[in-house]
């Protein structure tokens, strides 16, 4: 299937409110196709007005929805399973055409959100709650409360993954869900809400928004929001947390990332030169956990040549996808022109790259590799979110970790080696919340959950895993007693 495939209609990225699909507030933009630069879709921005009217009906929804069981509550997520495994080539193509990933990619972001809708399915027999007698005809439980009407807010990067680590926990706990997708990539909106009534969710229990600052603010300060999730840049997942939070609300919010790989002279090189290759120049680099920065430890001129030839051969379109927008096309080849000046060697220039003649309004950068980088230049130290690899040459392991943990984000490290000792320090002593080992995209697989540390994660928790189920519900704490006991201690 072509990357480049795009609907000749444009489509309009509307609010789904109580099952129905509304015209928001006003204009907001287009999205241009990131393969040729053409308008596909219209967007638009909704009011507080119209968050209210999200709300007030997810709240009415949601009583009846919080009563259900979580057997019940699986049968819709069951069936939004089976249709995402059915849909995935339009869905996929469509995730492709607003954000630029190639159909493979956007592929396999589903199926790691369909991953998760797995586990949520899961809680109906594996809720990790107890109740256990504490003391002779006492009893203590835990039993597991929604939250009420909570909200999401996703980034550009992964418009139906990132949705899908937070919508199925989240209303399997029983809440009443709204969403609010980037503007960037709204599209991916439109299916993933109308299959989910589809699949049987009742009115209500997802409400999807569009819009913008104006929006996200509006979820922030509604006072019948109980907690939001929020998945995107440093500086605005801060805002979002702060703001969220002095309004009294329970608020995740994922940040970026500076993520680096530690290359040992004793990688097996089929692991290290793939894994590397893979990690910094998947989906353009427009991921959280892409390395941009690889920490060379001792002598791997043949190891980093070989992953360099290998860059040096991708061709646009097919073994790359196009950067989101002219604007991030733009900030990229400015970054490598400014390392370029703090002394960088550019091994590998994706600035060089060629596309067919239909493709070329769109935003293309090949894999780029900068060799003998400063630890403290731009490239070593910005998130730069595209495909660019920074190598920094270090003379001992113990060197390369001062670098990384002076890196202000928490969110990924790898390590690339033979030994196990080596493996075992730099598990021990990266400053990152994700860790890999001869893996140069460690994410977890459920149900080990998602989540970073120090500026890649404002708040108490993981995303995904036991830590979502915590985060989108309460715990109440139930002791019962049913008879007289004759045993004296402090609960008789």
């Keep these: 299937m072509s990357s480049s495939s795009t609907s000749p209609k444009i489509v309009e990225c509307l609010n789904f409110i109580e099952g129905k699909w509304e015209t928001p507030d006003e204009k907001l933009g287009v999205i241009l196709s990131p393969f040729n630069g053409k308008t596909i879709a219209n967007t638009y921005r909704s009011s507080f007005k119209t968050i209210d009217k999200a709300v007030q009906t997810s709240k009415t929804a949601q009583k009846e929805w919080g009563q259900l069981s979580y057997r019940d509550r699986a049968l819709v997520m069951n069936q939004f399973k089976s249709w995402l495994l059915?849909?995935?080539?339009?869905?996929?193509?469509?995730?492709?055409?607003?954000?630029?990933?190639?159909?493979?990619?956007?592929?396999?972001?589903?199926?790691?959100?369909?991953?998760?809708?797995?586990?949520?399915?899961?809680?109906?027999?594996?809720?990790?709650?107890?109740?256990?007698?504490?003391?002779?005809?006492?009893?203590?439980?835990?039993?597991?409360?929604?939250?009420?009407?909570?909200?999401?807010?996703?980034?550009?990067?992964?418009?139906?993954?990132?949705?899908?680590?937070?919508?199925?926990?989240?209303?399997?706990?029983?809440?009443?869900?709204?969403?609010?997708?980037s503007e960037k990539t709204a599209m991916t909106s439109l299916l993933i809400a109308n299959a989910l009534k589809e699949c049987?969710?009742?009115?209500?229990?997802?409400?999807?928004?569009?819009?913008?600052?104006?929006?996200?603010?509006?979820?922030?300060?509604?006072?019948?929001?109980?907690?939001?999730g929020f998945v995107g840049s440093s500086p605005v997942a801060k805002y979002v947390y702060t703001r969220s939070t002095a309004n009294g609300k329970r608020a995740l919010t994922l940040g970026g990332a500076k993520n680096h790989i530690f290359l040992m002279p004793d990688a097996q090189k089929e692991l290290a030169v793939d894994g590397i290759l893979s990690s910094f120049s998947g989906c353009a680099g427009q991921r959280c956990m892409a390395a941009s920065v690889l920490l060379s430890v001792g002598e791997t001129d043949s190891l980093i040549q070989e992953i360099a030839n290998k860059a040096a051969k991708f061709q646009a379109s097919k073994d790359i996808g196009a950067i989101i927008t002219k604007q991030s096309l733009d900030r990229l080849k400015n970054a490598i022109e400014k390392s370029s000046s703090e002394g960088a060697k550019i091994l590998v220039d994706g600035r060089k790259v060629t596309v067919p003649d239909e493709l070329s309004g769109g935003n293309w950068l090949n894999p780029t590799i900068l060799d003998h980088v400063d630890p403290q230049s731009y490239s070593a130290k910005e998130e730069l979110f595209g495909?660019?690899?920074?190598?920094?040459?270090?003379?001992?392991?113990?060197?390369?970790?001062?670098?990384?943990?002076?890196?202000?984000?928490?969110?990924?490290?790898?390590?690339?080696?033979?030994?196990?000792?080596?493996a075992e320090y730099v598990s021990a002593n990266a400053k990152a919340g994700m860790i890999g080992i001869n893996i140069g995209i460690p994410v977890p697989r459920e149900p080990f959950s998602f989540g970073g540390i120090n500026l890649s994660k404002f708040g108490h928790g993981d995303i995904t895993g036991d830590g979502g189920i915590e985060f989108w519900s309460n715990r109440k704490k139930v002791t019962t007693k049913w008879f007289q006991i004759t045993n004296q201690n402090w609960m008789s």
């Excluded at 996929?92 to 159909?103: F, R, V």
């Excluded at 504490?134 to 039993?143: A, D, F, L, T, W």
């Excluded at 113990?398 to 000792?421: C, H, L, W």
């Design 86 to 181: 059915d849909n995935m080539p339009i869905l996929s193509q469509t995730i492709s055409n607003e954000c630029g990933k190639l159909p493979e990619e956007a592929r396999d972001g589903v199926l790691k959100g369909v991953e998760i809708i797995e586990f949520a399915i899961g809680l109906q027999n594996n809720d990790p709650l107890i109740k256990m007698m504490v003391s002779k005809g006492i009893q203590c439980e835990y039993r597991r409360e929604p939250l009420g009407v909570v909200a999401g807010i996703t980034p550009s990067n992964f418009p139906a993954m990132v949705p899908m680590w937070m919508i199925p926990i989240a209303i399997m706990v029983g809440n009443a869900f709204i969403w609010k997708p």
């Design 200 to 228: 049987g969710l009742p009115d209500g229990i997802l409400n999807v928004v569009q819009g913008d600052k104006v929006t996200v603010d509006a979820l922030c300060d509604h006072e019948d929001i109980k907690a939001i």
């Design 387 to 422: 495909p660019i690899l920074s190598i920094i040459r270090c003379k001992n392991l113990e060197q390369a970790m001062k670098i990384e943990n002076a890196n202000p984000y928490g969110n990924a490290a790898s390590v690339f080696t033979s030994r196990g000792d080596i």
